[in-house]
Every structure is written in C-alpha cells, then in structure tokens.
C-alpha cells in the first residue's frame, strides 16, 4: 500500500497534487511519501516483533538524509557498504551502534571512520579483509566486532546481476571454508567475533530461498559454537521484493512467520536489512513530455527524465508502471516507447507501451522509484542531477536541489599548462 493515489483524474503524492508539486519544483524530480516510508517501516518491524531483532535500512537502495532522518526517528538502524554511506547515517542522526557495514571492497579508510565510529559490526567477507581489519583495529586500539558473511550457494531466483549469494558470485565466504575462517579469527586480538550474515539477493519474490540459506547458515553456527564462540547476531540481508507489475512478493508478516517457524526458540538476535522493501513503492519519478513523434515503426514519447536519472529499465530491463499525472480518458490510447534525451538505445523508461495519447508539457508519474532510482543517477551526458522532494501530510519540502551548472563543475578545474 502506498500514498500515490487518483482522486478523480488528478495524483496525489498524500494530501498534495502531484501536478502542483511538479509546476513549482519543476521536472523531473522524484517524490517520496513520508506516510508511505513510516508505514513500510512499521509494517516490516512490527512483523518481527515476536523475534529478537534489529532492523538495518539498507542506505543504497535510498540515501537521502531526509530519507535517513524519517527511519532513525523511527528507531531503524543501518546497512551501510561505504564510507560515504556512513557519513550520511552520522549526519541524519542514525545511531552508529546499530550500523553494519557489508562489501566485498572496504578501503583502510572506511574501516578506520567506522571503527572510530564504534559500528555494531563488520560483515567480513575475505581473509584478507579480516587482516586488514585487526591491524587497523590494533592501530586505532579498538576491538573490532565481526561477522562474517557466508555465500551460501541459494538461487535467489531473481535477475542474474542481483544475485549474490551462488558460488560463481563475487561475495561472501564459501561455507565450505567458514569453519577455518572462524578459527582464524578466534585468534587475533583484535577482532571480536560476534556474527554470521548473508545476502543473497535483491528482489525476491519468495521466501524459499532465504529460508534454505538460513537453514545452512543455522548449521554452521552450531558448528562454529563448538569452536567456543558464541554468535549473537544472524544478519540474513535484505531482498524482499516489491511489486513493479504483477509479481507477488510474499508479505513481511509471511516472511516473519516464516523466519519465526524455522528459529523455534533459539536465542539469537537478528538482523535484517531491506532496501527496495521500505522505499521501493514510497517513491515516484515524475517527468514531463518534451515532444511526441511517428515514425514509420513506432510512437515515441520523449520526456525530460532519462537513464542516468532512473537507470533500472535500462540496466535491468526492470518494468515501471508510467501513468499520466492528469488523467484524460477522452484522449484514447496509444503504443509508444517511452524515452529520454540520452544519446544512448536504452534510455528508455517503457518500450511498446500502452498509455493515454499525451502531448507536450503533460507530466508523467514512474511508479514504485524510490529504490535505486536517486540513489543510482550520475551527471551523464551533464544533466544536473534532479531535485528530490519529501510530503507528508498536505505539506512538502525540497529534500535536494536540483544541480545547477555550475555546481555540475564546481570540483573540475584547468591544469596551469593549459593556460
Ligand atoms: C543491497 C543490499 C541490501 C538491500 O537489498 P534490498 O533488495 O534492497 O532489500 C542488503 N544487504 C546488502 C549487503 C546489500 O548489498
């Protein structure tokens, strides 16, 4: 359920028409319900609340500090994979204590903000990462908490580049060699282990596959507590799915149940770390026709917006809903491709799309864009980036200026010998 609504022909992002938002900040933009972030927040937390647990926003699939600042109010801890990422927690005013930090490719730096930060725990995924992390912890005098994550060789049955937890994947630690890397740990001073984690995948569509990882990663913490270790958190990641078009992700009361089920009365804290679940559906991307036009194959309808603001038709093939902001049924329909200025054959939002016959300055709204859409845009093709705005209620804010030129160069400079 969501706060994007058609009152008669008109959207309403809550109490405030889409059309009205778009002619004052002007397009393309995104927008994000508060009501909509809250109540996914709410509705995930409150499905695991007969487990031991903590939830960690996964900060790249949204990283608005507004977007931050709603969910730590909320008591939402995070999942951060950089620095960067850790900055933005900090300055939102998230509680560093209930940050993990997952990535095959954590820099000494970003090891060192986040243990002088005292995170709640590294997800560790080489041996030489844990090295890395005991000479700095050891450097900084710190203990580092520790968990490592386990590639558990789960099909997430989703597409191939969001996969992450088969054995031909880049993440995680072969389980085969789990044991070994715990024993490892044990002995180095500066590490503390404390966890096991894993992440398999993004946009799941059923629970299955995160059950027969969390029934692996079961067994081997009885084998690792033989060692003398005792794991206090299980972090089984994010990927619950979202519905784009007519999938059926299960619901987070289904996936705790679930959870719930397979954990009986074991006593271990766990973590969870959904993105695409909490923003996915709380955003939308608006842009505005530029031009329409016929060629002897097809419609093309060109908009403002483009790849590098919204990237996932393009990189995924991921399916947007698109609907015209003002609805006017007395138009008729047509088949059109949907695209951006981009000089690029996969800028596109939509291709042979069916959609009301609209016309120069008509606003479109791209549904379910709060999850990788911001969060993934760049300045291809120097297009400042778009501005991000945040309702709540019958009131709204501009949560990120749109770029301007300027500031699309301000960190570039000429070398002295081209003067
Ligand atoms: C991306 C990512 C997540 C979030 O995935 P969603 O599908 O958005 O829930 C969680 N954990 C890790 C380690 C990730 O890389």
């Given amino acids: 359920m969501n706060h994007f609504t058609y009152r008669g022909n008109e959207l309403f992002a809550e109490e405030v028409p889409v059309r009205e938002i778009a002619g004052e ?25 007969d487990i ?47 940050v993990v930090f997952s990535g095959v490719g954590k820099s000494d730096d970003e090891i060192e903000f986040a243990l002088e930060n005292d995170i709640l725990m590294f997800n560790v995924e080489s041996e030489e990462e844990l090295e890395v992390i005991d000479q700095i912890a050891g450097k900084l005098g710190k203990k580092a908490p520790v968990s490592f994550r386990i590639n558990p060789d789960v099909d997430p049955k989703t597409h191939p580049y969001i996969s992450t937890g088969l054995s031909k994947n880049k993440f995680g630690i072969p389980s085969d060699y789990a044991l070994e890397i715990y024993e490892k740990a044990l002995k180095l001073k500066n590490i503390e282990v404390v966890g096991i984690d894993a992440h398999i995948g993004s946009q799941l569509t059923q629970v299955s596959p995160f059950i027969e990882a969390m029934e692996k990663l079961l067994r081997l913490i009885e084998k690792i507590e033989k060692l003398g270790v005792s794991i206090k958190y299980f972090d089984i990641g994010g990927g619950l799915g979202i519905r784009y078009r007519d999938e059926n992700p299960p619901h987070p009361e289904e996936y705790a149940s679930e959870i719930k089920k397979l954990l009986g009365d074991r006593k271990i804290k ?107 845009a760049s300045n291809y093709n120097s297009r400042p980036r778009v501005a991000e705005v945040m309702v709540k209620g019958s009131e709204y804010a501009i949560i990120r200026q749109r770029e301007t030129y300027p500031e699309l160069v301000w960190n570039e400079k000429i070398p002295s010998f081209l003067r």
């Fill in 270 to 376: 766990m973590i969870f770390e959904p993105g695409r679940v909490i923003v996915g559906n709380a955003g939308i991307f608006v842009t505005k026709v530029l031009y329409t036009k016929k060629t002897p194959l097809k419609n093309f309808i060109i908009v403002d917006g483009a790849m590098n603001d919204l990237i996932r038709p393009a990189l995924y093939g991921a399916h947007h809903e698109i609907s015209p902001v003002v609805l006017d049924q007395k138009r008729g329909k047509i088949i059109a491709d949907i695209v951006g200025p981009i000089c690029e054959s996969d800028d596109f939002f939509a291709r042979e799309r069916e959609i009301e016959k609209v016309g120069r300055g008509d606003f479109l709204a791209i549904f379910s864009a709060g999850a990788y859409g911001f969060s993934m």
């Fill in 52 to 98: 031991d647990h903590l939830v960690c926003y996964s900060v790249k699939a949204n990283s608005n500090i507004a977007v931050l600042r709603t969910l730590a109010k909320l008591g939402s801890g995070f999942d951060i994979v950089s620095g960067g990422e850790l900055y933005r927690v900090l300055l939102a005013g998230g509680d560093p204590h209930k």
């Fill in 25 to 49: 900040v002007g397009t393309p933009l995104y927008i994000y319900s508060h009501a909509t972030l809250t109540r996914h927040y709410n509705v995930f937390d409150g499905a695991l609340s």
